[in-house]
Each structure stands twice: as structure tokens, then as C-alpha cells.
């Protein structure tokens, strides 16, 4: 089977055209073909030799994922559905704001961490995205929304927020994260990816020392036995080692704090008890919050914080000098949503009032 040069970021591809007797500048020229201008003809990659592209032609080819449908919502929120075989699909999300164009990538077909108010939880694990998989997303939402007048990408931020858990598909991402920054492909800033992790531990030292991209961690309870049910893999990394690898991380990371997501679970987590003891948890470490209001889905057994309970524990956050911002709710018009993004290419039985939210981090 031909090699997909979508898998490879600038090291690989060099030692890919070494292998095949060619030097190494041409793994710039190809990436920059392939990224820059979204090219997947090797026959239109005009400065390689014309024999080399007729060699690419036989041995490697450039394939992202099949796009399925593209939605626009009302409010400019786009979602891109692609195929990655078996029935199977992956949704990407480009929310537009005023200062910046983000787009929410997903790493995995479902995901093992089952977290008890995530809905990819609940179609379980089917398996990790390839590099290609990964950054085709990317690919595919670059060619749809392109630049603006000025010449630079509508694409301005990337989060791995979608569906699963970045750090459990850890070489595939680190991977498509060196194809994000790389000046030759996307030449995105590393303040401006971001990964988020519901924590494991011994991966986020890995990704310090690897790709040190800005972090958000899904902290969703301010103490060990709520988190332990909320976001089980608390039990085998708790709180006070989260934290640890928290403060470890920032040392080496592009921004000064980690963001902490926590989804506002109606009398669950969102009491001012609750923001009094996540105040005392996190004094040690330089964090933003971002408060997600659940968005619900059949049988999730949770409900969304009332709006003056998010402002008050917001608040309380505010009055101990820490910065929270609540995401906003939009796109409700195409179904897409944090923890809600589809696994399956085949229509879906279940109807959910499902939102996008927006990043306001
Ligand atoms: N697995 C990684 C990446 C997913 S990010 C992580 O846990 O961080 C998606 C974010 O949306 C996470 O913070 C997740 O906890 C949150 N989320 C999941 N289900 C949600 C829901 N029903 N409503 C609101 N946020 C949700």
C-alpha cells in the first residue's frame, strides 16, 4: 500500500524521501504542498523534479479522511463530518469569534475514560485517529474557510477538544501537533494549540518535554471522591498529583496557566461549597477556569446549573482573584457540542438537543 505523506510531520517526511534516495529540502517543499496550499496532486506540485512526482505518484500519496457533510450554523459555527472507515466518523468544529477562528479537533473514535457525564463515553472505545486522521481535519477545515483580506488564516487556534483523549493517542498527536507548528505547514504559535486532558498524569510530563502546548485539564470537581465518579480515572491519578503535574507543566509551557474546564452539573459540583473548597485546591497553581455549562443528552441522569448558580460560583472564583469565564452557548441549529461530537457515519437513532460552545478561555 502506498505510504499516506498526510502521517508524517517534517522529521518523518525528511527521512522518508532519504530512504527513497531523495534530499532532504524536498520534505519542506512537499509538507509546504500539502499543508500550505492544501495540495494532494503530487502531478501540480510544481517544483518537484518531474520525475520525482512521477515516482510520488507510484509510492506515497496524500489522503485525508473522506469529508461526509459540512454544516453551517446560524451564527457562523461551521462542523465538518469525515469518514475514517468502518462506519465510523469524526465531527470537527470551527467556532468563529471576533479576534480569532478555533477549530475543535478530535484524537480518537469514542474513548475509554468514561467520564459519567460525556456522551463519546458512552459509545466506549473504538480506536485512535492516525496522524493523517488527526491533521486532516485541520487540512479539510483550511480549505473550507481559507484567509481572510489580509492573507492569514481564518484558522487561528487550534484545541484538541474533541472527541477523546488526546493524551491516550500520544504519538499520533504529538505528531499532528509538530504538522500544526511547523512554519512550513500550518505555522501555528504554541500558545494558540491547546490540549486537553482529563488528566493523566505521566502523559502530561511526556507532552511537557515532548510538544509543550498551552493545557486545559478537565477538572470538573474540586475534591477526590466527587471526581473519582465524575471523572474516573481520578482513582489512579488524584487530585494532589494532578495538581503537581500542573505546577510541572507550567514551567515549561508557552502560557503562564493551565486552564481548568469544569462543567456545571445542576447540584452536583456547582455550590458555593464547592467553589470555596476548588479555591483552596488550586492556590498552588497559575490556572484560568473555564465553566462549561452541562449540555445535556438522553439518559445522561445530570442537568445543567441554573444560569445564577454558574454566576455565583463564577463569582465566588472572581472574589479569590481567580479569572473564570463561562462558555458561551451556540450553534444549537447543527448538533455539535463539547463531549457530544458523533461517532457514527450511519444516522443516529437518538435526536439530542445538542450545542456548540464557545471557547472563551
Ligand atoms: N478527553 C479530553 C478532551 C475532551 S475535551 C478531556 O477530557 O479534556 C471536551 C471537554 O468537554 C472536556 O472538558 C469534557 O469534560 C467536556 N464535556 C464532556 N461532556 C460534556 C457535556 N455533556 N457538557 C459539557 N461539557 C462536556
Redesign the pocket.
Known amino acids: 500500500m502506498a505510504v499516506n505523506l498526510l502521517d508524517f510531520d517534517l522529521a518523518q517526511l525528511t527521512a522518508f524521501f532519504a530512504e527513497i534516495g531523495e534530499k532532504p529540502f524536498r520534505a519542506k517543499q512537499v509538507l509546504r504542498w500539502m499543508h500550505h496550499f492544501g495540495e494532494s496532486d503530487f502531478n501540480r506540485m510544481s517544483d518537484l523534479a518531474k520525475s520525482l512526482r512521477e515516482k510520488l505518484v507510484v509510492m506515497a500519496s496524500v489522503e485525508p479522511p473522506r469529508l461526509i457533510k459540512e454544516q453551517l450554523s446560524d451564527d457562523g459555527t461551521r462542523k465538518w463530518l469525515l469518514d475514517v472507515g468502518a462506519g465510523n466518523g469524526v465531527e470537527t468544529v470551527f467556532i468563529p469569534e471576533d479576534e480569532r477562528g478555533t477549530l475543535c479537533i478530535s484524537s480518537q473514535v469514542g474513548?475509554a475514560?468514561e467520564?459519567s457525564?460525556?456522551?463519546?463515553a458512552r459509545q466506549g472505545f473504538n480506536r485512535n485517529l492516525s496522524v493523517a486522521e488527526i491533521i486532516g481535519q485541520l487540512w479539510w477545515a483550511n480549505k473550507a474557510m481559507g484567509r481572510d483580506p489580509k492573507g492569514d488564516r481564518i484558522i487561528s487556534n487550534v484545541v484538541?477538544?474533541?472527541m477523546?483523549?488526546?493524551l491516550a493517542n500520544f504519538d499520533n498527536v504529538v505528531t499532528a501537533l509538530n504538522i500544526m507548528l511547523d512554519d512550513h505547514a500550518y505555522g501555528l504559535s504554541r500558545r494558540r494549540v491547546t490540549v486537553?486532558?482529563?488528566g493523566l498524569v505521566p502523559v502530561m510530563d511526556r507532552l511537557r518535554d515532548a510538544c509543550p502546548v498551552a493545557l486545559?485539564?478537565?477538572l470538573?470537581a474540586p475534591n477526590d471522591a466527587l471526581r473519582d465518579v465524575l471523572v474516573p480515572i481520578n482513582k489512579k491519578y488524584p487530585l494532589a498529583e494532578l495538581m503537581a503535574a500542573c505546577r510541572r507543566y507550567i514551567e515549561k509551557a508557552p502560557r503562564d496557566f493551565v486552564t481548568f474546564?469544569y462543567?456545571m452539573l445542576d447540584g452536583v459540583n456547582d455550590s458555593l461549597a464547592h467553589a470555596r473548597e476548588l479555591i483552596a485546591l488550586v492556590r498552588d497553581v497559575p490556572c484560568k477556569f473555564n465553566l462549561?455549562?452541562?449540555?445535556?443528552?438522553p439518559m445522561?441522569g445530570y442537568n445543567r446549573s441554573r444560569p445564577e448558580a454558574v454566576r455565583r460560583f463564577r463569582d465566588e472564583l472572581a472574589h479569590a482573584g481567580l479569572i473564570a469565564t463561562t462558555r458561551k452557548t451556540r450553534g444549537d441549529d447543527i448538533d455539535a457540542?463539547?463531549?457530544?461530537l458523533a461517532g457514527q457515519v450511519q444516522d443516529k437513532t437518538r435526536r439530542t438537543q445538542i450545542r456548540i460552545?464557545e471557547s472563551a478561555a
Open positions: 474513548c475514560l467520564c457525564f460525556c456522551s463519546t484538541m477538544m474533541g477523546g483523549e488526546p486537553s486532558t482529563s486545559a485539564v478537565s470538573h474546564e462543567v462549561i455549562p452541562f449540555n445535556p443528552f445522561s457540542a463539547c463531549g457530544q460552545m
